[in-house]
């Protein structure tokens, strides 16, 4: 039986990469060593890594006056780095709330300089971007931030709010390399690696070098983004097997017509996901505003929600797997990032009619 992976994160890997990693562990090109067992000074591991950033580089047209760090501590981590080291003598940053994880970015910046919250979609359970419009955006912020794509809503926006200068800080976590993004237009972009890049422990930033270097009195050594920048990410020890695997990733990516490619096969497939709740005569309904429907991660629920413990139970049996929802959202999720191929949403499609024909 073929075994598609739902999971929101830790999420599933291209089976490719997994497979080039199991030829490898032992032995990697002849080295003799696992690339677990490297120094992350020598010769092999600078050339992953290198390799690494050059490919994420090539992918997303990561302009030069940007530092890519390969570091830890997740996209949570993040909440309070970005605060430490973009106020830069300012006292307030903006924040736009549009859902789970803006609040988490949100409640920790507050710890470092004040917040204003330029919109927020809390009226309506977080189900919709606020348009633009109704942004309340300060001039003098240090930053605003923007959650691009919520892993738990399945709400995802692409359009950029006219900042005026104002650096734009996005966490990609669950969106990166999805689509074609203009890096160029973001002072600071993060993610953690486990959703679309690779497993968990590594988190990428990409970061604007004038940005880099006015820290918060007080900041830990690791916590600010210099101590990385001026050390290619080797200050200290980074997650190489994570920056390995990751850089695996982004080859076949390459390989596979890179990002504008990848869109194509992710539109597709959320396209499919959708019309099948769309079409299911209201058996299925996912919560979220059209406009804002995530092409990632896709909550459903159903009518009646005392199925929902037979509808996981039959899809796992079907070899679809991790389909529970999140608990403030409740029902279902399927996240389809970039390694979901289209047969695996068409299995899970091919199930949701099947069950509603059924309990319908
Ligand atoms: C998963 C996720 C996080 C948290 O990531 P960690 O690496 O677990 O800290 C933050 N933001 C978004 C959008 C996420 O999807």
Excluded at 43 to 54: K, V
Excluded at 239 to 251: D, E, H, M, N
Aim: aromatic share 8%; hydrophobic share 40%; net charge negative.
């Amino acid at each position: 039986m073929t075994i598609y992976n739902f999971s929101a994160g830790p999420a599933v890997l291209p089976k490719e990469v997994l497979q080039q990693a199991q030829a490898e562990m032992l032995n990697w090109h002849d080295s003799g060593m696992s690339v677990m067992e490297m120094s992350h000074r020598g010769r092999e591991f600078m050339g992953i890594a290198a390799q690494a950033e050059a490919d994420l580089r090539e992918l997303m047209g990561i302009p030069a006056n940007y530092k890519v760090l390969f570091l830890q501590g997740g996209a949570s981590q993040q909440f309070a780095m970005i605060p430490m080291n973009l106020l830069r003598g300012k006292t307030s940053a903006d924040y736009l709330n549009t859902g789970e994880w803006s609040k988490k970015a949100i409640s920790e910046a507050k710890k470092y300089g004040a917040v204003n919250v330029v919109a927020s979609s809390a009226d309506k359970n977080f189900s919709y971007v606020p348009d633009f419009s109704e942004w309340k955006c300060d001039k003098d912020a240090a930053y605003l931030h923007i959650t691009p794509n919520e892993t738990i809503g399945g709400v995802e926006f692409d359009w950029l709010p006219d900042t005026a200068g104002v650096p734009l800080v996005a966490d990609m976590s669950s969106n990166i390399l999805s689509r074609p993004i203009d890096v160029s237009k973001y002072g600071l972009i993060y993610a953690g690696a486990q959703k679309n890049i690779g497993p968990a422990g590594l988190t990428i930033v990409i970061v604007r070098e004038d940005l880099i270097g006015e820290v918060l009195a007080g900041t830990p050594t690791m916590l600010d983004y210099k101590t990385h920048a001026d050390n290619d990410s080797m200050y200290n020890t980074p997650p190489t097997y994570g920056i390995y695997i990751a850089g695996l990733v982004f080859q076949l990516l390459k390989k596979n017509g890179g990002i504008a490619a990848m869109e194509q096969t992710n539109i597709a497939k959320a396209a499919l996901l959708y019309a099948a709740i769309d079409e299911s005569c209201g058996f299925y309904n996912c919560p979220v505003a059209t406009d804002n429907r995530s092409r990632m991660n896709i909550p459903f629920t159903l009518k009646d929600a005392s199925q929902d413990g037979d509808f996981v139970k039959q899809a796992e049996a079907r070899g679809l797997l991790q389909l529970k929802g999140h608990r403030s959202v409740g029902g279902m999720r399927a996240s389809i990032y970039n390694a979901m191929p289209l047969a695996g949403v068409q299995a899970l499609v091919d199930f949701m009619n099947e069950f509603a024909r059924d309990n319908g």
